[in-house]
């Protein structure tokens, strides 16, 4: 699955986000689409997300005072990227700076990226 360009309408449950996490690897992204910072990381998410990672769901919460999903998290800042898999919140990354980590991040969470001819190549 490529990155997701859109914030969700409606935030999804935390259960039904830990539910999908059980089912494969999640980026479960906070922010506002008004938010510089988070604006600045959607470049370096798109990079990230270049080339692989088609099994990871990608879900933009639009946080914001009161939304729960986001205080079950525990965000604080924007954007907050929490990786998750097996149910469980396997990374987080707080107003990322490079692409770079995101990659690691993903890798820590997918197990692969595609290659040039490859449709996955599975990384140690």
Known sequence: MPMNPHYALTEPLRDAV???????????EFGAPWCPHCLSAQALLESAF???????RHI????????ALGRSFKVKLWPTLIFMKGGQEV???????SADEIRRALLAIDGH??????????RP
Do not use: F, W
Not at 60 to 67: I, T
């Open 91 to 97: 990374q987080r990354l707080v107003r990322p700076t």
């Open 60 to 67: 933009k919460v639009e946080d914001g005072k009161g939304q």
């Open 113 to 122: 990226e595609q290659g040039p001819g490859d449709r996955a190549t599975i």
């Open 50 to 56: 270049e080339g692989g990672h088609p099994d990871v």
């Open 18 to 28: 830990d539910t999908l996490s059980q089912e494969g690897p999640v980026l479960v």
